[in-house]
């Protein structure tokens, strides 16, 4: 008895479609022939670009106000300082009831995220954010005697156009300093950037505000006892038209 003749099978290629159904195979041809024929190119970036959106972080521009470099509003016992090997700083000393803060308010763009930052050293030195949405208002702080640097991510909301900036030390603490302040992110040419336009003029930003008040009887970082300070009128911050335009990243 002769044994079954068993009969071998070429696996057929599988050609593209096969298996699809008729309007995906038809869909993908024609993705086929319009990425071979250039009618799909990348879309355009429409982003905004991420740019250094705080003035005078270096504290390097003349004094606009007795102690107080321009673009920041500061208490009267924060000074700036000078020397060759570090160049310009701010040095802030804290008194029984004053917090030695120095602000400034910069302009935002809704539903972006920024990066604050700042080189600090001595007690207690606090870095941060003040608005009226979620992640809006955020800060850190440093208790380290050597130069470190302070980093804080902020998160505007949907309608959130400016944002105050702000540092200060603590109540009765030694001095402390801050050498360099930088916030990036996205945000829009200032008008100074481009040639004016007949009848123009520069931008300008919302007016500087203090921040909050601690009273002394709470710890450092806590709000349990913020109160709003009665502080005069501070004019606009101003930048010269012929500053540079801000760093683009």
Known sequence: MRAPLLRRHRPRSRRAGDGLPA???????????TATLGLGG?????????????????????????????????????????????GYWLEGSPAADELAWCTQRVAVLPNSTYTLSADVRGPYVFLGTEGGGPGETVQSWSNDPDWN???VTVTTGPDATSLLVRLHGWYG?????????????????????????????????????????????????????????????????????????????
């Open 23 to 33: 309007a995906a195979a038809i869909g993908a041809v024609a993705l086929a022939a």
């Open 42 to 86: 990348p879309a355009s970036s429409t982003e905004p670009p991420r740019i250094e959106v705080l003035g005078n972080g270096t504290f390097t521009a003349p004094l606009e106000y007795t102690g107080t470099p321009t673009g920041w509003l500061c208490q009267q016992n924060v000074l700036r300082s000078y020397n060759q090997y570090r």
């Open 149 to 151: 640097l302070l980093t």
């Open 173 to 249: 603490q030694t001095p402390y300093q801050v050498k360099r302040v930088s916030m990036v992110g996205p945000g829009v040419l200032p008008t100074w950037c481009a040639p004016r336009s007949p009848g123009g003029s520069p931008s300008t930003l919302p007016p500087s505000a203090p921040p909050s008040t601690r009273t002394n009887t709470a710890s450092p970082g806590s709000t349990a006892n913020d109160t709003v300070g009665p502080y005069p009128e501070t004019p606009n911050p101003t930048f010269n038209t012929v500053d540079p335009c801000p760093d683009q990243y």
